[in-house]
């Protein structure tokens, strides 16, 4: 079946710091990828998102990049603020938006 | 335009009594999904409603769970009797035709 893994957190970085959250998954076929967060005290917000092979998701200075060949969607900053401490979730689906699979999430804390 | 939005955001229950947790999804989103994440682990899928009837109820746990949406419009998730591997955080999302969806905040529900 389809699965999703994200390293295990939780993760504690300096302001500045460059971010790597790694996430591998297995599924048939093409699925979309995403990564999701939550602030304290808020829903899952969608971060970014890649649908094909070789896709690119950015959004707020992160990235990630659809890479079938390893089956991976690591997720990057090159520079962190307090701002971003949060849980990163990892997720997948087939046909859009419907019954997305996600990783265990990752929960990351940036020191000021 | 208001978010999803669910009711309580904190539930604390004796094992063995009854909960119903609410879902008012967008206005306009036909799909509407159940989510629960258990102790800290990933995040898993429960149900899909599109309007008010069931797509995929695959990942109700057991019996002891019923969802409804009545006239395709809020949805109600009721446990009954409650356990204690119940406890979690249950995450509502709509969205859409085949896009992304949409989480509200969550309800956390303890059984003690």
């Known amino acids: 079946g389809n699965s999703v893994t994200q390293m295990e957190g939780p993760v504690t970085l300096s302001e500045e710091a460059f971010l790597t959250i790694n996430c591998t998954y297995t599924a048939t076929g093409y699925p979309s990828l995403f990564w999701y967060v939550q602030y304290p005290g808020e829903g899952l917000q969608l971060l970014l998102k890649?649908?094909?092979?070789?896709d690119k998701g950015s959004n707020k200075g992160f990235e990630a990049t659809y890479r079938k060949e390893t089956t991976s969607f690591h997720l990057e900053k090159g520079s962190v603020q307090v701002s971003d401490s949060a849980v990163y979730f990892c997720a997948l689906s087939h046909q859009g938006a419907q019954k997305l699979v996600f990783g265990q999430g990752t929960r990351l804390t940036i020191n000021p | 335009e208001a978010g999803v939005t669910q009711f309580p955001s904190h539930s604390v229950i004796e094992k063995g009594q009854t909960v119903t947790l609410r879902c008012d999804p967008i206005s306009g989103h036909d799909n509407l999904y159940w989510y629960r994440r258990v102790m800290g682990k990933e995040i898993k899928f429960l149900l899909h409603?599109?309007?008010?009837?069931?797509?995929?109820e695959s990942g109700m746990p057991n019996n002891r769970f019923l969802a409804e949406r009545t006239g395709g419009t809020y949805s109600t998730l009721k446990v009954q009797p409650a356990e204690l591997e119940d406890s979690g955080v249950y995450f509502c999302?709509?969205?859409?035709?085949?896009?992304?969806?949409?989480f509200g905040q969550g309800t956390r529900l303890t059984v003690v």
């Open positions: 890649a649908t094909k092979a070789d």
């Open positions: 999302a709509s969205s859409p035709q085949n896009t992304e969806a949409f």
């Open positions: 409603f599109v309007k008010e009837s069931k797509q995929d």
